[in-house]
């Protein structure tokens, strides 16, 4: 039985590239310590942290509040031509797509993030056999945690065994770092097997790495600050 990652269809959008200084830019917060302490389950601070996506035309997906007022998210959640929505609290708020990266699958959105903590990215790599808990809003429904345990990395994607659906994509993968639950990853998709003409879910699932993320972020955002400073308009 031959497993394949399901493909998920995702708009056709024209990329860009850009070339940054890291002194021009804030890095995004990680935390320093590289000694691992026992963790039990995330606390409501951050699960709450972790949104549902929205669009106009009935999509669903999953973000990460990883900054004041911005959301993380993966870029196939993004429709063209539709309105961005984040919600949390019972509430509903309009997001707008501050950059894409369709090779990476990631997206950053700008929204009304209220009083909600920013998780904190990882700076270590994930050891193999390592807990980790994805968390997202599966099928559109309430929100849900799945554990299971870091396979491998493979052609830039985190491989576990935490059990996703659609819904989840965007969701966070953490990992538990000194007592702390950092973000170690933003979940792509599920491993499927073709049967019949059908997928199967098989339970483990792919997502974006910490070191990409940061990647992207610092370029997101230092090609905002540019836009704005010189007038463009996108």
């Not at 063209?80 to 019972?90: K, P």
Request: glycine fraction near 10%; charge should be neutral.
């Amino acid at each position: 039985m031959m497993r394949i990652l399901l493909a998920i269809s995702i708009l056709a959008l024209a990329g860009c590239t850009w070339t940054i200084k890291q002194s021009a830019i804030q890095r995004p917060t990680v935390h320093q310590s590289a000694v691992s302490q026992q963790c039990t389950l995330p606390g409501s601070e951050t699960m709450t942290s972790i949104v549902r996506i929205a669009t106009s035309n009935g999509g669903n997906a999953s973000g990460v509040v990883i900054g004041k007022d911005r959301v993380l998210t993966v870029a196939h959640a993004v429709d063209e031509g539709a309105e961005m929505m984040i919600r949390y609290s019972g509430d509903t708020h309009q997001a707008e797509v501050l950059a894409l990266n369709i090779k990476n699958d990631l997206a950053l959105l700008a929204a009304d993030t209220g009083s909600l903590e920013p998780i904190m990215l990882t700076d270590g790599k994930l050891k193999r056999l390592e807990q980790v808990w994805a968390v997202g809003f599966p099928l559109a429904l309430e929100q849900k945690l799945t554990i299971g345990l870091f396979q491998t990395i493979n052609n830039g994607r985190l491989y576990t065994t935490t059990h996703v659906n659609t819904g989840n994509s965007g969701g966070g993968l953490l990992r538990c770092k000194d007592g702390a639950f950092e973000l170690a990853g933003i979940v792509h998709g599920y491993v499927a097997y073709l049967d019949g003409g059908s997928y199967i879910n098989i339970g483990d699932s792919t997502s974006v790495p910490a070191t990409q993320i940061e990647s992207f972020l610092q370029g997101a955002e230092f090609r905002k600050a540019y836009i704005s400073a010189v007038g463009r308009t996108e």
